[in-house]
């Protein structure tokens, strides 16, 4: 939450005195804490966010030089009029990153967009000057109608657009943390890592079980019992969802599970 106090995004979160989370202050609170782990798992995480269809991302990115957030970069050639600002930027001995974060998975809700993508190519080109750039890595989280690679064409240049999920990447923090419980790793990553799952639980990402992590359970000859007895209370909400009122009305729970069975 610290670069969006920093960089004045912070104010628009907050209505009729209640936090309301968006698209600046969830970019600051996760990634403004990934920053602090070592460059191994912050890029183990940025990678495991992306679809599983995504090729070409480098094993290693190197040292970390810099984060910036919200760089304002010459907007020559882009269709802004002033600034471009990337909401994220990281500096690596190899490599530049731009990480393009939209407030929802959901592309209905604020979708990715290749203008954007283009300004922000063009524009961190213009801040190089004469100096060679590094090969880009671009990272669009949030907002995509797919998690497939797509790709920008600029000056000539076809660069990869990465998509990911912050719900790719919540799942990849909460193996991490899992994994750390019996690993060598220093318990401070741990503590990163479990308030990068409390950012994201403010923002409405929850902890999902799937169903093919579940244990498997035999079934017993008293199953049909049990379950019964888990639904011995008033279903009658449920019920005049599900089956005709006319109908539910004159059915008892005991009738409408030996129906079911």
Not at 90 to 116: G, L
Not at 203 to 222: E, G, P, Q, V, Y
């Amino acid at each position: 939450m610290l670069q969006a106090i920093l960089h004045n995004k912070f104010n628009r979160s907050i209505s009729d005195g209640h936090f309301r989370g968006i698209e600046d202050t969830l970019t600051s609170s996760v990634l403004g804490l990934m920053q602090y782990l070592p460059e191994e798992v912050f890029w183990a995480i940025l990678k495991g966010a992306c679809g599983r269809s995504t090729k070409g991302l480098p094993e290693h990115i190197g040292v970390i030089k810099e984060f910036h957030f919200w760089e304002r970069f010459d907007a020559t050639g882009t269709k802004n009029s002033t600034v471009v600002e990337p909401d994220v930027w990281v500096e690596t001995e190899e490599f530049d990153i731009i990480i393009e974060a939209k407030r929802s998975d959901d592309s209905a809700d604020n979708s990715q967009y290749e203008d954007q993508w283009t300004n922000q190519i063009i524009a961190l080109n213009n801040s190089y000057g004469d100096v060679p750039p590094k090969p880009l890595i671009y990272m669009a989280i949030g907002g995509n109608d797919s998690l497939r690679d797509t790709s920008v064409s600029v000056d000539g240049t076809e660069y990869a657009i990465h998509t990911a999920s912050w719900y790719n990447l919540l799942n990849v923090v909460l193996n991490m943390i899992r994994d750390n419980e019996t690993g060598n790793r220093p318990n401070y990553i741990r503590r990163i890592l479990q308030d990068i799952v409390q950012a994201l639980q403010v923002h409405r990402f929850i902890k999902t079980t799937w169903l093919d992590s579940l244990l498997a359970t035999k079934i017993s000859d008293n199953t049909d019992i049990e379950l019964f007895e888990l639904w011995d209370f008033d279903n009658s909400n449920i019920l005049a969802k599900i089956i005709p009122t006319h109908i539910s009305e004159d059915l008892d729970i005991q009738s409408i599970w030996t129906i079911a069975k």
